[in-house]
């Protein structure tokens, strides 16, 4: 490993960074340094989708695919979350890069304008960017979400004025507007310019691409801190105020977002998105899928992994009880050794696990057989969408 620049592509140009804090948050660098301010803090822990902003990625190839926009991933995420050093070789997109030709409001904000719904403002660019990825997504597979779709879209930001009722009138009415989609040519352009042939370190942050590589990393810095969807050490760090050391990101690890059939179980690589796997199993198990649209948020199962979620071990988790339930497996890598252990012995108490240094969380295995169960998941909370769980249950 050497060091290295961050590049990403920002407001129609690649971005260049050097000696960046590696916890530094894309929101704060938006607001502070780049002075895109559209993009709000609200809770500043990804509860109220007041920073949702868009990142964009050239498909990899996976086993677990998903639907491209005309060559580019699209992905709402909360920027209170994101570490900076995490949007090397992507896009990323803010309120500031919405707009129609001629310079006029996009249709989503056209949307908003005409069905008022925005009266503070203080939500209306989280909204705004919820929406505008929703609207890329489908008008690029030629679909139109219904109410309830947008409304689970838009599960992840809240709004205190409105009731909701004219943000969800304004979703359905942009698809009534002309469409502005993104010109997605010159993004693909500029991120296929990015050279990521190899793994990337700046400072204390490394980002191996490769599992072999992120095993040797791992084996050799067992005190290092593993990163994946930050959608829980980043509250670490913006509420506790964590020093987390050294960093190992392992987001770049293609081979460990694979969702793949291997012999009599589904093996869901420990970097698959919860949105990813979480729509894998209501695919097997019809039966999860109201945990799998109240599992946090949109922007928080984008980020989040399904590895991450059971290695965090926390108790307000959702996916533990319902693969437990599954009878899942962990599958632990330390260098070139694997082993295997079922969930239900991997915890030992209260967040605390039986990983050993410089273990790491490579896969989780779901035997086939499972397929057969009648498999039922519960979630009580204070709120419906986007809320921690009072009670989580899988039997």
Not at 62 to 69: G, I, N, W
Request: include cysteine; charge should be neutral; charged fraction near 20%.
């Amino acid at each position: 490993m050497s060091n290295a620049t961050i590049r990403f592509f920002h407001r129609g140009a690649l971005v260049a960074l050097n000696d960046v804090p590696p916890t530094r948050t894309v929101l704060d660098w938006l607001r502070e340094d780049a002075r895109c301010t559209g993009t709000k803090e609200g809770c500043n822990e990804g509860d109220c989708g007041a920073c949702t902003v868009v990142i964009g990625e050239l498909p990899k190839h996976s086993d677990a695919p998903e639907p491209a926009v005309r060559g580019l991933a699209l992905h709402s995420v909360n920027a209170c979350l994101q570490f900076l050093p995490t949007l090397h070789g992507k896009a990323l997109f803010t309120v500031e890069d919405l707009k129609a030709p001629g310079g006029a409001l996009h249709p989503v904000q056209q949307a908003m304008v005409e069905c008022h719904g925005s009266q503070c403002g203080f939500c209306t660019p989280g909204f705004v960017m919820s929406l505008w990825s929703a609207c890329e997504r489908h008008q690029a597979n030629g679909t139109r979400p219904s109410r309830q779709q947008l409304a689970d879209e838009l599960a992840g930001n809240l709004c205190r004025c409105t009731g909701y009722r004219p943000i969800l009138d304004a979703g359905q009415r942009l698809f009534d507007l002309p469409a502005a989609p993104l010109d997605t040519a010159p993004v693909v352009a500029a991120l296929q310019s990015i050279d990521r042939s190899g793994s990337f370190t700046q400072g204390r942050y490394h980002a191996p691409r490769t599992l072999a590589e992120l095993a040797a990393l791992r084996e050799q810095r067992p005190d290092a801190r593993l990163l994946a969807g930050s959608t829980d050490i980043g509250l670490w760090v913006n509420k506790q105020f964590k020093d987390l050391g050294e960093i190992i990101y392992v987001g770049d690890v293609d081979e460990l977002k694979r969702v793949e059939e291997r012999g009599s179980e589904l093996l869901f690589g420990a970097g698959v998105s919860l949105e990813v796997a979480w729509r894998v199993l209501a695919a097997r198990w019809p039966t999860l899928t109201d945990m799998w649209l109240r599992f946090g948020s949109p922007p928080v199962r984008n980020a989040g992994t399904l590895g991450g979620n059971v290695a965090n071990g926390s108790p307000i988790g959702d996916s533990a009880p319902v693969l437990m339930a599954l009878d899942a497996s962990v599958e632990l890598r330390c260098g070139s050794n694997v082993r295997r252990l079922p969930l239900a012995d991997f915890y030992v108490s209260y967040m605390v696990n039986r990983l050993a240094p410089g273990e790491f969380v490579q896969a989780i295995a779901v035997p086939l057989h499972a397929s057969a169960r009648q498999v039922r998941a519960y979630k009580i909370s204070k709120r419906f969408d986007s809320d921690i769980s009072a009670v989580c249950a899988g039997l």
